[in-house]
Nanobody, 125 residues
Framework: QVQLVESGGGLVQARGSLRLSCAAS????????MGWFRQAPGKEREFVAG????????YYTESVKGRFTISRDNATNTVYLQMNSLKPEDTAIYYC??????????????????WGQGTQVTVSS
């Protein structure tokens, strides 16, 4: 199982920006898809963004399109989530996840086999 460590969360005002990072262990990071999920209080965990093994393909949930950008650096085993124009409804714990059986973008939580501990993002109005 790959170890994932998120960082970059915090408190930000509406319309502000944050950049989340996720550092992965292991030597095969460049061979599989990665994703970001989030879970707000009282809600189920939801898919936010996914990226293919080489970064050529990405996919976003509708509510963050045009505001969030997922990217990866295979040289440093890191995946990022740049979040701009943040809204109070973006408040949640954000999780990084690895889908080691897949190379293309995956949106289903069950496809991901490794998860980080999560980082809190709070957007104030």
């Amino acid at each position: 199982q790959v170890q994932l460590v998120e960082s970059g969360g915090g408190l930000v005002q509406a319309r502000g920006s944050l950049r989340l990072s996720c550092a992965a262990s292991g030597r095969t990071f460049s061979r599989y898809a990665m994703g970001w999920f989030r879970q707000a209080p009282g809600k189920e965990r939801e898919f936010v963004a996914g990226i293919s093994w080489n970064g050529d393909s990405t996919y976003y949930t509708e509510s963050v399109k045009g505001r969030f950008t997922i990217s990866r650096d295979n040289a440093t085993n890191t995946v990022y989530l740049q979040m701009n124009s943040l809204k109070p409804e973006d408040t949640a714990i954000y999780y990084c996840a690895a889908a080691r059986r897949f190379m293309g973008v995956v949106m289903t939580a069950s496809a991901y086999d490794s998860w980080g501990q999560g980082t809190q993002v709070t957007v104030s109005s």
